[in-house]
């Protein structure tokens, strides 16, 4: 089992830029790929941005050039570095963990991040 937490959102004006961070626990040494997913009002939950446990990165074509996703696997971490921010990135922000041989998916409660004048 692994317990996700996140935290880091907000409000935030048009142009603004906000971290959320995601926390894990439990049985951290399995945890394969880590991601942010996010899901506005009336709309499917979608892929924002993932990274493997070697490092390497997926982005969303909406966000590319202005997220950017980490992750520290010693602290069993993971970020993400959100600037420019549109009214359209509005939403529940979710942290996800693919755990071990079973790539059982993970999440956690989500963090919301309005964005408005």
């Known amino acids: 089992q692994v317990q996700l937490a996140e935290s880091g959102g907000g409000v935030v004006q048009p142009g603004g830029s906000l971290r959320l961070s995601c926390v894990a626990s439990?049985?951290?040494?399995?945890?394969?790929?880590m991601g942010w997913y996010r899901q506005a009002p009336g709309k499917q939950r979608e892929l924002v941005a993932s990274?493997?446990?070697?490092?390497?990165?997926n982005y969303a074509d909406s966000v590319k050039g202005r997220f950017t996703i980490s992750r520290d696997n010693g602290q069993n971490t993971a970020s993400l570095q959100m600037k420019s921010l549109n009214p359209e990135d509005t939403a529940l922000y979710y942290c996800?963990?693919?755990?071990?041989?079973?790539?059982?998916?993970?999440w956690g409660q989500g963090t919301r991040v309005t964005v408005f004048s």
């Open positions: 996800n963990a693919n755990v071990g041989v079973s790539r059982r998916d993970f």
């Open positions: 439990g049985n951290t040494f399995i945890i394969n790929a």
């Open positions: 990274i493997s446990r070697s490092g390497s990165t």
